[in-house]
């Protein structure tokens, strides 16, 4: 408490304080401009070596598509409510029609854990057994199969770029299909399941479990990228103007 009077990590509004400490006030973010539907508030404090562990991790390269801001003020929008009082740093909370759905306390690392509880929250149930049960899809049921416009193929949760859809193919096997993804996009993973040996292909963003590789696609690569689908988000180019 000597070293920290304000809290955790220098947290302020916590109501410890020592006599001649004071507590350095940051403006209270305004609701009109966030995002009501679904926000992401980082509530962060200064010289805490956690929110910049966070910032340098996740926020500096930031492509979800749900908004996300960080601030110093330990307190909510006016008019928009948080479940419990904040006791660390830093401290996310989702926030969906002005109201605190789930939070994220504490971060030192473990990037993949966050991603997990993001995805928990913005994915559906289907999404959810795909992503993080390793499920798969019905063939010729998901998602994207007859997706041929320019642009990108992303990870739901993160953002980020998986394919370009000038590598997707026409494999007739009830999956989007792709010979080549975007450079360190994604991880390959040894999987013995079900009494095969495959290799499965997983976002390198998030984690989340995407479909399988297999030897039999078109030049030059040869590859069969095999994704479900209803993981990928499409996000068409922007028209030439």
């Not at 805490?48 to 492509?63: Q, R, V, Y």
């Not at 995407?210 to 069969?224: I, Q, S």
Request: charged fraction near 25%; charge should be neutral.
């Amino acid at each position: 408490m000597k070293k920290n009077p304000n809290g955790y990590c220098g947290l302020g509004g916590t109501g410890v304080a020592y006599p001649g400490s004071t507590t350095k006030q940051h403006a209270q973010l305004e609701a009109k401009d966030l995002n009501l539907d679904r926000q992401l508030i980082v509530f962060e404090a200064e010289e805490c070596p956690f929110c910049e562990k966070f910032k340098h991790d996740i926020l500096s390269s930031w492509k979800a598509e749900t908004p996300i801001i960080a601030t110093l003020n330990p307190n909510p929008p006016k008019g928009w409510e948080l479940e419990k009082a904040l006791f660390a740093t830093p401290t996310i909370v989702l926030f969906e029609n002005g109201k605190e759905v789930s939070r994220y306390t504490g971060y030192n690392g473990e990037t993949p854990r966050f991603w997990k509880w993001l995805g928990f929250r913005l994915l559906t149930p289907e999404q959810r057994a795909i992503a993080f049960e390793q499920g798969t899809e019905r063939a010729f049921t998901g998602s994207h199969l007859d997706e041929t416009r320019p642009g990108y193929f992303v990870d739901p949760v993160t953002g980020a770029h998986l394919f370009r859809s000038d590598t997707k193919f026409k494999s007739n096997s009830g999956w989007p299909s792709f010979f080549n993804p975007i450079e360190g996009a994604i991880t390959e993973h040894v999987d013995n399941d079900h009494g095969m040996q495959r290799t499965e292909v997983r976002s390198a963003s998030s984690g989340i479990h995407l479909g399988h590789v297999f030897n039999d696609g078109p030049a030059p690569t040869y590859k069969r990228y095999c994704i479900n689908g209803n993981v990928l988000k499409f996000i068409p180019d922007e028209p030439s103007k």
